[in-house]
């Protein structure tokens, strides 16, 4: 029974993420107050709406038991009561300041567009995958639709010192939209429009509400593509604030080499471009680079110029498996060492493979697997594939084959992407804490087996996959979150995967940031004097910590 609520809810899932931001968001809001209503309903939820996704994790991560009873634990988990007994460090705004503070967005905005309804709050507490406990709700949920009314309703909170906290796809692992001292969450799937596409040039101007996949659809009938490919649902501004990356970062590089300019709101409402759209240039500082990966912390983006490829003529699809992690991870580096130009590599453990084939009804062999892709012409593809698979034999792998039409292709990284999911079907009922860690590429064999080595050891269930060929990669822990030495468990496991990490000049986070999650590790990692820094461009830029507050730096350096 389990098994077939969690294949159906996966569907669901692939229906919801199909769906534009906005659409999701709405939905979110709408199944957050559904909730309410449906808690005295014996059948729980009436019907489906656009909001699917938080039932169908639910579905992937709960026993079998009324939707009633699983609506009390879904994905916005802090109930009135956690939020309660949280420690809640969040600025006390006056009543007087709050109706000042609203007049003035309402101006800006549609009366409707400025909502303090507390359901729709509770759905901005938090990404709705993420393990990190609701601190506080935001006091007011803000819907722009143009860059000035996000400038608007930036000088509005800087005039009354009100925090102010980025809020789009909700697909963050680390707490990054946290609204930890309350405040003015800014959802920005409203602003989604492409902008301007340049054929030539081969770049396109979007607003930061616009998902990867809903871009790639767009640029299609062009002949282009943007490469980065992270999780389902993620925008792009999302994308540029945590610097993500992808399956692709192995060729294509991550957010910061595919991004050529941005727009952003700073703390006092100025609004800066940070580069021209040329493809290189040297004036001034890099201000791009310090907006990408801050995380809402110096701004809130509000337009973004990236930079695109031709969709490749070929691509071919190769899968092998090996006996364990550290020898697939050999073969993803001897493959990058004999210059073989592969589009990815990914490498999933056989307890994953055991989650895909239930999660999925497959039957794929159960043992530790290496996907590659290469691209590029016919014959360059098959060439390539021929030498991939020399060199998996030569490093005792087995069972090489290759997908080479479209729909082989897709299938086989549609499994790939829904990994998450189908590692939930392996224990209904737990939460996931998701692990990112990247080390240099000759550490990657060391790094992975050591990890693999705990995780075999662990009483949670657990799945391993990396993106090999950049030595990025995740443990995904299924654990308890009422259970408290399971809680230990799965941190202690996770601590240990950042130590070796860090140990071997790797780094806490590949692709995921840093948020809530990761600060602990930061001084360690970068030292002080760095972070030191860190913290002086945020005073001079936020002097009232006013922008998504409480994230990357720790307190005693924004002092």
């Known amino acids: ?49 656009a909001g699917a996704a938080l039932a169908a994790v639910t579905s992937l991560l709960l026993p079998a038991v009324s939707f009633s009873e699983e609506l009390q634990r879904m994905s916005v988990q802090q109930s009135a009561e956690t939020i309660e007994t949280s420690k809640d460090v ?3 705004l006056s009543a007087d300041t709050i109706e000042d503070l609203l007049a003035e967005l309402r101006a800006a905005c549609d009366e409707d567009r400025v909502v303090v309804d507390v359901d729709e709050r509770e759905a901005h507490a938090k990404s709705w995958n993420t393990y990190h406990s ?87 009938p062009h002949g282009l593509f943007f490469p980065l490919d992270p999780g389902p649902g993620a925008t792009i501004g999302g994308m540029c604030a945590t610097r993500c990356s992808g399956s692709m970062a192995v060729r294509y590089g991550t957010m910061r080499d595919n991004v050529i300019s941005l727009k952003a709101v700073v703390a006092n409402g100025d609004l800066v471009k940070t580069a021209a759209r040329a493809r290189k240039s040297a004036a001034g500082y890099d201000l791009t680079r310090l907006l990408i990966g801050s995380e809402g912390t110096l701004g809130v983006i509000t337009e973004v110029t990236l930079r695109l490829q031709k969709i490749p003529e070929a691509a071919v699809v190769a899968m092998c498996n090996f006996k364990s992690v550290g020898d697939a991870a050999s073969v993803a580096i001897a493959t990058m060492h004999s210059g073989i130009q592969v589009s990815r590599v990914e490498l999933l453990d056989e307890v994953m493979m055991k989650a895909i084939n239930l999660a999925n009804d497959k ?29 998996v034999e030569e490093h005792n792998g087995s069972d090489f084959v290759f997908a080479d039409t479209p729909a082989e292709k897709e299938e086989l990284w549609k499994i790939r992407k829904e990994a998450f999911w189908s590692t939930a079907v392996l224990r209904p009922g737990a939460e996931a804490m998701v692990t990112d860690v990247c080390v240099p590429l000759s ?62 000049e790797g ?53």
């Open 1 to 49: 029974m389990a098994m077939a609520q969690a294949r159906t809810a996966s569907a669901l899932l692939r229906r919801y993420l199909s769906a534009s931001p906005a659409t999701r968001a709405r939905g979110l809001a709408s199944l957050s107050a559904d909730r309410t209503r449906n808690s005295r309903k014996e059948d729980g939820l009436s019907g489906w709406r």
């Open 90 to 92: 969040s600025r006390s």
């Open 134 to 220: 609701v601190v506080a709700i935001p006091d007011i949920v803000v819907h722009p639709k143009s860059q000035e009314e996000v400038v608007a309703i930036v000088k509005a909170c800087a005039k009354y010192k009100v925090p102010v906290t980025p809020f789009a796809g909700a697909t963050s692992l680390e707490g990054h939209t946290l609204t930890l001292e309350k405040g003015v969450s800014i959802n920005m799937n409203s602003m989604k429009k492409v902008k301007e596409l340049h054929l030539d040039d081969m770049d396109v101007i979007v607003e930061p509400g616009i998902g990867w996949i809903e871009l790639n659809e767009y640029l299609k």
């Open 363 to 391: 039957n794929y062999p159960e043992e530790v697997t290496l996907m590659f892709e290469l691209i590029g012409t016919e014959a360059y593809t098959q060439e390539q594939t021929l030498r991939v698979k020399k060199i």
């Open 443 to 504: 550490r990657l064999a060391e790094c992975i087996s050591n990890s693999k080595t705990r995780l075999l050891a662990s009483s949670l269930p657990n799945t391993l996959l990396a993106h090999a060929g950049d030595g990025n990669f995740h443990a995904i822990i299924l654990f308890d979150p009422t259970n408290k030495e399971e809680v230990e468990e799965a941190l202690e496991l996770s601590n240990g995967m950042v130590h070796d990490s860090l140990s071997m």
């Open 507 to 559: 780094t806490c986070t590949g692709e995921h940031g840093i948020g809530v999650g990761k600060m602990k590790y930061m001084e360690k990692e970068l030292g002080a004097e760095a972070m030191s820094m860190m913290g002086s461009i945020k005073r001079a830029l936020d002097p009232s910590n006013l922008m998504n507050p409480g994230k990357i730096i720790p307190d005693k350096f924004c002092q």
